[in-house]
């Protein structure tokens, strides 16, 4: 295993940390991580391995029941109930099957997405073609989801996950539906992402596009973290 | 700020839509309650007004066969005194009868004789003694069979019997409906928020305040509320101008009432609205409710 050490203040860490579901399941057990600003990581593992634990810890979906987990320096553990929307506006989610509304266009899932965080008509109407040109998927603004390929849902749900403009962007299986050249095309743009600086956290068992992608990969195995190479370790492993 | 309540009503009236039976069954039933709840509560303060008002419901005018002197007069009022449910007995001497008609008719009594026999005005204590009183009143000699015995039957049956019904069965009915409505209206909330998953989905995705996520339900709760609550109001404005005018039927004289249209939307509605949120509340706040 090999161990990072950041030289700034971690954008994200994990510290001893343990999560259990109801029934005596363990979702994570005894997990330690450091995250720097600007990073793309990978997890990876088999199914029930933790990959989804770990990015719901970081939305709060979940709460882990032991250790320490930050945010910017922020104790997620200390967050009240309240508080988790104005965490999630700080941060992109793109869930793994795109989550978009069946009735309503591209257009209107990102702007849908928009006005429920405040965003007022004139502001929607102004980012929105943007955003969507922002991931290359402005041309098809009025079609309707079932009208688009995977790739393009995809997308869209990128699109949706920028509205806020955060600095941090979290996936969850993003090319699980998808074939090799639509993954590999979702990779490339959020590699664009991650070059202007936005951090990225993806959970994929896609192994081929990982190390193709040659980023940080944490292998984690019945809830423990097995395994944490860099980028450079991934490079010289290719 | 309006932009944001846009987007929240707006939500709220896309779900009324899409929930459109459950939406019609939950107005329908708070509307049906409130009717019979707030309604028939209005109507029996409006049939107790009336009541009040008949003048002389609780008196019956007993006539006494002609040619009885004043000593047999004397003994019948005592004997009447003594039937069960007889408040009081005031003897009305024929000339004094005669003597207020002539006063308040002067023109068609002019030259006339007076016809009237001496009578009894008996007051009885409770509308139900109208009954058992009268029939003592015809068995007695010197009491004439026609006219006989005159008061209110009619009206004090009615109003004795709807009262009753309006207190219990109304109650009940409208106790048990009131319980439907809110269970439906909590259906009807529970309803959207299954349909809606997806959509609450991406807006805790995308960092929706709970408000943003929740107002919308309790919008949908108090619209179905407040609409339940308007049609009561206008079910009961007919009700009311149907049940005038049978009083109408049954006693020109009665005193018609207008009906409170402003107060009843406004109480009504606003009872219909509170109940809807509070039920929506409890549809949101119940245990598989969204994070």
């Known amino acids: 295993m090999t161990t990072l050490t950041g030289a700034s203040t971690p954008y994200i860490v994990l510290k001893n940390v343990e999560v259990e579901y109801p029934g005596h399941v363990t979702g994570l057990r005894d997990v330690s991580l450091e995250i720097q600003k600007g990073d793309f990581v990978f997890f990876v593992g088999k199914t029930g391995a933790g990959k989804s634990t770990l990015i719901k810890l970081l939305t709060r979906e979940v709460s882990h029941t032991k250790g320490l987990v930050s945010l910017q320096g922020r104790d997620l553990g200390t967050l009240r109930e309240r508080e988790v929307p104005a965490l999630r506006r700080e941060m992109g989610i793109i869930p793994q099957d795109f989550a978009l509304l069946p009735r309503k266009r591209v257009w209107e899932n990102v702007a849908y997405a928009m006005r429920a965080v405040g965003h007022t008509r004139s502001e929607v109407r102004k980012k929105v073609p943007a955003i969507l040109d922002s991931v290359n998927i402005g041309q098809r603004a009025d079609a309707y989801p079932h009208q688009l390929s995977g790739g393009e849902q995809q997308r869209v749900a990128i699109a949706r996950a920028l509205i806020n403009n955060p600095p941090l962007l979290i996936a969850d299986e993003p090319t699980g539906n998808l074939d090799p050249e639509r993954s590999w095309e979702i990779m490339e743009l959020l590699k664009t992402l991650n070059l202007k600086g936005t951090t990225i956290l993806v959970a994929s068992h896609d192994m081929m596009v990982i190390h193709r992608m040659a980023r940080r990969i944490v292998t984690l195995e019945a809830g423990c973290i097995v395994s944490d190479t860099s980028s450079e370790g991934v490079k010289s492993d290719a | ?291």
């Open chain 2, 1 to 291: 700020m309006l932009d944001r309540l846009s987007f929240v009503f707006g939500e709220a009236i896309i779900a009324l839509r899409r929930n459109g039976f459950m939406t019609f069954a939950a107005i329908s039933t708070v509307a049906v309650s409130l009717f019979l709840l707030g309604g028939l509560g209005y109507s029996y303060m409006r049939a107790v007004d009336y009541a009040r008002s008949i003048p002389g419901k609780f008196d019956m005018r007993v006539y006494l066969k002609p040619g009885i002197d004043a000593a047999t007069i004397s003994k019948t009022a005592a004997q009447i005194r003594t039937f069960p449910g007889v408040a009081a007995v005031f003897w009305i001497p024929k000339e004094k009868a005669w003597a207020k008609e002539v006063k308040d008719d002067p023109a068609n009594t002019a030259g006339i004789e007076n016809p009237y026999p001496d009578a009894f005005k008996v007051t009885i204590k409770r509308l139900k003694d109208g009954d058992p009183v009268a029939d003592m009143l015809r068995s007695v000699p010197t009491i004439d069979p026609d006219p006989g015995v005159v008061y209110l039957k009619d009206e004090q049956h009615l109003i004795d019997e709807g009262l009753q019904v309006m207190r219990w069965l109304g109650l009940f009915i409208a106790g048990l409906l009131f319980v439907t409505a809110g269970i439906l209206i909590f259906n009807a909330i529970k309803l959207t928020i299954t349909h809606r998953q997806r959509e609450i989905r991406i807006m805790q995705l995308v960092g929706a305040t709970t408000f943003t996520i929740r107002f919308p339900f309790l919008i949908e709760g108090t619209i179905q509320g407040i609409i339940g609550g308007w049609i009561s109001a206008f079910m009961l404005y007919g009700g009311q101008h149907v049940f005038q005018k049978f009083l109408l039927d049954l006693d020109s004289h009665a005193q018609l009432v207008a009906f409170p249209t402003f107060e009843a939307l406004l109480v009504l509605g606003g009872a219909g609205g509170l109940y809807g949120l509070l039920c929506s509340w409890l549809a949101i706040t119940s245990p598989n409710r969204s994070k």
